[in-house]
């Protein structure tokens, strides 16, 4: 194994709505913050009151994290946050899947089209795609979610920015361990220490998941490890270095059902009825579809406060190993052009940014300007097997891939915000150039040898007014640009080798907003926004784990997204999160008809919660709903699509404390009517196999013991 290196239309109108007239007039007296607004770092790179930021931004605090969660998966938290759609597919190997305003919604594993972050270092590889299973729930202080236009500010992706920030160890030592079980053989430890003396702070954190799986062919183990050190050299600096390991060996992958077979039981694998040994015998049995991935990676930051303004460094590396085993296979006539079922690749990533704040006067107001670079690089030493030897499937048969794919990209960036009584005008250009380098070995059938170069520049603009001191309402607009990712690259529809054909995706964003946070603790969000994509990148072909991609027409995303906390009494607390979004083709293309709707997004999704903690906060209790509309799997909008759904949780919990010692339990029960429907799907499958349903009722507990010396 290699080591890493240690290695902008119509909208126009709606626009200009957002302000009301008498804003142009006059202005009220320079407002001051109001005193439950959250800060904010993910829209403009440095800490904001979220009041004073022109964009979408939510941010999902450690206590939802932890409300009752086993903390094993990002969809128990960002199922609050509306925009968002993170579809669990019950299939730990393939990851979750995130949609930010349908972008990323075709994904057929892992994370794309919106951008990951740990603590300000890429969770994210240069070409857009990421994993969202390496982000570390047990210790999250909160996750940022930045949508719309302001998310051009990160480069090469169209949708938005999900940002984790881990706790930094301070205070006392501490040692915490959490045990947590539930239906289909769950089962999670999770061990963490922390402390700090000084300049000094630390924080390790390891933890073990199992389960066996709600759907047959579905169990999964993963060991997470993460350690963090911060150092503050000198007054106004900080260091910090994070360093971070997943561990996830043959994870069994269940793959999608037709229809019928999920009528016919959800819980089943798809048979496979090409089996003349046992006509009984499920596709994923039969290949022993699986997955292994081995990923580590550490990253550091410094940041220096100085009188003038702010220095930010930040490097990082790593490797990621994946080995996955997948249903499809030509058999014994497999032509020339076929590559395998299993593919096998050593991946080393790394890349650096720096950038540097400068603060001072223009015109009788505050200018802040931010000039920076970042520059990021992967090695893919990337290989493919049959995966049948004879008459026995689901083993590595003889070589058909074998090629170095290399990505490069260096992103050069500026942005300036304007700060002025009560108006914050925000610009900021960020020029991307990615290079992609394949040289083949494997040249039996034709050499693949090639490279491709995307370059683009993004320039972004937001305007915000205070109306009061705890209300805002802004404008924003931007160009997006969405390279094709290397597991979209890496196959022709005609199952031949890389597509050299695909094009970058081109978007312009429109948004207007409305922002309140009142002492009272009460804030409300609502964005009203326009998306217009060319060359948007759709499925082609989609077959037993294999997806080729081609460039369609245009499309459009029409949407609404509000959110709200509310005090509703003493101990009593409520969240709602609303999304309705018309995502839709503009004219033909493919098999798609102007009008249809893209598949992977629901024109609707809901969240609602109520909780209550008693007075002394011993005792907490929550009841929770997630709904979605229906969503269409294919262009065409002609098969069956997956129906919407509704579905009720509740939790309970309790804390004592005695000494040094304070004892947590938690109880939950998810699906509460036992509502059987379908929560994912997988776009494009050319045997339409589409479905992945989501479990009925499930009970989860969850015990927690920590020591404060």
Known sequence: MKHPCLRLHSGALLIAAALPAWALDGQPPVPAAAADAVVVVSAARTAHNELDVPASVDIVDAARINAGQPRVNASEALAAVPGLVVQNRQNYAQDLQISSRGFGARSAFGVRGVRLLTDGIPASMPDGQGQAATFNLDIADRIEVLRGPFSALYGNHSGGVVQLFTRDGAGAP???????????????????????????????????????????????????????????????????????????????????????????????????????????????????????????????????????????????????????????????????????????????????????????????????????????????????????????????????????????????????????????????????????????????????????????????????????????????????????????????????????GLRPATSTHLETGFKHASAGGTRMQAAVFQVQTRDELVVDVSSGGRTSYRNSARTQRQGLELSADLRVAEGWRSHLALTTLRAVYRNASGSALAGSRLPGVPNASAFADVAWTSAAGAWTAGLETQAAGRVYADDANRDQPAPGYAVLNMRVGARQAFGGWQLKEFVRLNNLTDRAYVGSVIVGDANKRYYEPAPGRQWLAGVTLQRQF
Do not use: C
């Open 174 to 500: 501490a040692l915490e361990s959490t045990f947590t079980g539930g239906s289909d053989g769950l089962r999670k430890l999770d061990v963490n220490a922390q402390g700090g003396a000084g300049r000094f702070g630390y924080l390790l954190d390891a933890s073990r998941f199992e389960t066996d799986g709600y759907r047959a062919h579905s169990a999964a183990r993963r060991d997470q490890a993460l350690a963090k050190l911060t150092v503050r050299p000198e007054a106004g600096g900080k260091l910090t270095i994070v360093a971070s390991g997943l561990r996830q060996h043959d994870t069994q992958d269940p793959l999608g059902l037709t229809w019928a077979a999920l009528q016919r039981d959800p819980r089943a694998g798809e048979i496979d009825t090409t089996d003349p040994q046992s006509p009984q015998r499920t596709l994923a049995d039969r290949y022993n579809t699986r997955k292994s991935i081995d990923h580590q990676q550490i990253g550091a930051v410094y940041d220096l406060e100085t009188g003038a303004g702010k220095l930010h460094l930040m490097g990082y590396g790593g490797n990621r190993r994946v080995v996955q085993y997948q249903s499809f296979s030509k058999g014994f006539q497999a032509p020339p052009t076929h590559s395998g079922g299993v593919v096998d690749f050593d991946r080393d990533f790394s890349g650096a940014e720096i950038n540097w704040t400068w603060r001072g006067q223009l015109a009788d107001g505050a200018l802040a300007a931010t000039m920076g670079a970042a520059y990021d690089h992967s090695s893919d030493d990337r290989k493919g097997y049959e995966n049948f030897i004879g008459n026995v499937f689901g083993v590595q048969g003889v070589p058909r891939r074998d090629e170095t794919d290399t990505l490069d990209s260096l992103d050069p960036y500026l942005q300036l915000e304007w700060t002025r009584g009560p108006w914050v005008l925000d610009a900021g250009l960020r020029h991307t150039r990615l290079k992609v380098k394949v040289r083949d070995r494997y040249v039996s059938n034709g050499d693949d040898s090639g490279g491709l170069s995307f370059s683009r520049t993004t320039p972004i603009a937001g305007v915000l007014y205070k109306l009061a001191p705890e209300t805002s309402v802004y404008v924003s607009a931007a160009h997006g640009f969405e390279t094709p990712t290397m597991n979209e690259l890496f196959y022709s529809g005609s199952g031949a080798g890389f597509n050299f």
